[in-house]
């Protein structure tokens, strides 16, 4: 099958692809070693394949003068740059490189789909400032709460590796489950609050709700943002933690993921609009 991407975005796609394979496989070799995940020399290659990343998802949303392409695969390829952007990013001040071992398999196979699927969205001509600002920010904001559900997942196998007492030696790689858990609220303050900020922005765009086909994305945005928002309050309040905290982030987070790309799925793979 024909790439849809032009020769260079295709060959920074492939490279890309690449180089986090490589870092994946360092990263294992690690672990089996018993050293932190993420130490040289794949924290630098997985740097360079950000950066690849990045000419890549650039080169495959703006396909031409004031045109843009916003469908499945060039969206899941955007969110899969930010959060493995921002994971990278975040090692140089937190202890999050555990989180690459999720982030980055996830962007192998967005890269995969914009080196091999056929577009299944029409392109938006002149978009103006406004609603590429709201696509922006969504995508900030879910990357954000995205990489909150990578650290509660790694929360949930900490605490179910410590109750079963097994493999500790592992578990002395992760931070103590007392900053894992900060860390997660942190995620979840910022990515609950650039989710307000996309939620409000895009009802801007929104003349009719069933016209435009985005009833379920809204419900179920607005779900999720209520599940979020309740796991806040109750942290402030009342100390909500543990199973609370991380199986709360994990189900409104699978809310948010099927109120975007399951909306996206449904409607370009599965109807063709």
């Given amino acids: 099958m024909e790439s849809p991407l032009p020769n260079p975005a295709f060959g920074a796609a492939l490279a890309a692809a690449l180089l986090y394979l490589v870092s994946i496989a360092r990263m294992l070799l690690d672990l089996r070693r018993m050293q932190p995940p993420g130490r040289l020399p794949a924290l ?10 990045a000419v890549a998802v650039a080169a495959s949303i703006a396909r031409a003068p004031d045109t843009y392409a916003f469908g499945l695969f060039e969206s899941a390829a ?101 900053t894992m858990e900060s860390l997660l609220f942190s995620l979840l303050w910022a ?48 100390g909500w933690r543990g199973r609370a905290a991380t199986y709360g982030t994990l189900g409104a987070f699978a809310l948010l993921v099927l109120a975007y790309f399951g909306s996206k799925f449904v409607l370009e793979i599965l109807l063709g609009r």
């Fill in 44 to 53: 630098p290659l997985a740097a360079i394949g950000v950066c690849l990343h």
């Fill in 78 to 178: 955007l969110f899969a740059l930010i959060v493995t952007g921002f994971v990278v990013l975040s090692t140089l001040r937190v202890p999050v490189q555990g989180l690459l071992l999720l982030t980055l398999p996830v962007s192998v196979l967005s890269l995969l789909g914009l080196l091999f699927a056929t577009p299944g969205h029409p392109p938006i001509h002149d978009p103006g400032a406004a609603l590429i600002s709201h696509i922006l920010v969504s995508a900030v904001a879910y990357s954000l709460l995205a990489i909150a559900a990578g650290q509660a997942v790694l929360l949930v196998w900490q605490e179910r590796q410590l109750r079963r007492k097994r493999a500790l030696g592992t578990l002395r790689l992760l931070p103590p489950m007392e």
């Fill in 191 to 238: 990515g609950w609050i650039g989710l307000t900020l996309a939620i409000g922005s895009g009802f801007v765009f929104l003349d009719d709700l069933f016209a435009q086909q985005v009833v379920h994305h809204t419900v179920l945005s607005l779900a999720s943002w209520l599940i979020y928002a309740s796991l806040l309050v109750g942290h402030y309040l009342f």
